[in-house]
């Protein structure tokens, strides 16, 4: 398997749950800024929406979308329980997640990030963040991980996007369970191979 990512952006979580699953994964690094790869290859040759993370499987079919690649890299572990079997409850919750994290920050980051996002429609835009978050924390209170003791890819999901506050002004510092959760699953070893491969260590 191919995996196409870009330091520290949401493939990273992908890459997690790879690492998680125990699975061998090839990383290809693909600029999102010049949308090219380290030998000069134009990315959207490869994937044409331009966007990391990009899975091409050993039989040359790919897979787009970090929430989707993860689970699909979840399920070739199952012992793993990185999500939970077919049909369970938290399986769905899982899922919940996974999609309140790609709907609710995930995206709601993409204006901040975004060159010509206006000046005056930031401050609204992280308000909204910080509200999601601190539900996001409440969630939190008592837990280890999202769904209890269990680490899922949904964890690597948010452990991901929670990273990204810092480069853009969303003051996160006064969520004390994100931030010890945070620091928790950082000190897995699958997370800290996965941020020592991306230079991010």
Known sequence: ???????GACSL????????AGL?????????????LQDGTDFYTINPLGYVPF????????LRE???IAQYLADQAPEKKLLGPVGSMERYRALEWLNFIGTEL???FAPLFAPGT???????VKERLLQRFTWVNEQLAGKDYLLGDQFTAADAYLFTVSNWGKFVGVDLSGFANLQAYVARVASRPAVQ???RAEGLL
């Not at 398997?1 to 330091?7: A, N, V």
């Not at 979580?13 to 998680?20: F, M, R």
């Not at 693909?30 to 090219?36: D, E, I, V």
């Not at 206006?118 to 609204?124: A, H, V």
């Open 193 to 195: 191979a996965a941020l």
């Open 1 to 7: 398997m191919k995996l196409y990512y870009s330091p």
């Open 66 to 68: 970090g929430p989707v």
């Open 13 to 20: 979580s992908p890459h997690i749950v790879a690492l998680e």
């Open 118 to 124: 206006p000046e005056d429609y930031k401050p609204l």
């Open 106 to 108: 995930h995206k709601g």
């Open 24 to 36: 061998s994964c090839e990383l290809v690094l693909a600029s999102t800024k010049t949308h090219k």
């Open 55 to 62: 899975l091409v499987l050993d039989d040359g079919q790919t």
